[in-house]
Nanobody, 120 residues
Framework: VQLQAYGGGLVQTGGSLRLSCAVS????????MGWYRQRPGKQRELVAT???????TYADSVKGRFTISRDNAKNTQYLQMDSLEPEDTAVYYC???????????????WGEGTQVTVSS
């Protein structure tokens, strides 16, 4: 199982970016997916999660600005980030909780991070 994130980059304050994360490999059951970030000098923190049924959770700091979504047919999740602020500068990681085969317990898988830099 591999998670590959795309879409990071450099943007000015107030701009937008869209991150994508595709899950590949053998997947029996894909449960919840999510995005986390690690800002400079800080611990990794939750940004947003989405369940297989579409229930969504956001960190208070991104509510109203970020939108998480997923395409279950493509095993892909997205993070639309609008009204970006310098405080959003971080390495963003995608996460998926899944079982790779029947009878195997679900666990978390992580993608390599993608850098998002917001200039003031």
């Amino acid at each position: 199982v591999q998670l590959q994130a795309y879409g990071g980059g450099l943007v000015q304050t107030g701009g937008s970016l869209r991150l994508s994360c595709a899950v590949s490999g053998y997947i029996f059951r894909l449960n919840f997916m999510g995005w986390y970030r690690q800002r400079p000098g800080k611990q990794r923190e939750l940004v947003a999660t989405i369940t297989s049924g579409g229930q969504i959770t956001y960190a208070d700091s991104v509510k109203g600005r970020f939108t998480i979504s997923r395409d279950n047919a493509k095993n892909t999740q997205y993070l639309q980030m609008d009204s970006l602020e310098p405080e959003d500068t971080a390495v963003y990681y995608c996460n998926a909780n899944l079982s790779p085969s029947f009878g195997t317990k679900s666990r978390d898988y992580w993608g390599e991070g993608t850098q998002v830099t917001v200039s003031s």
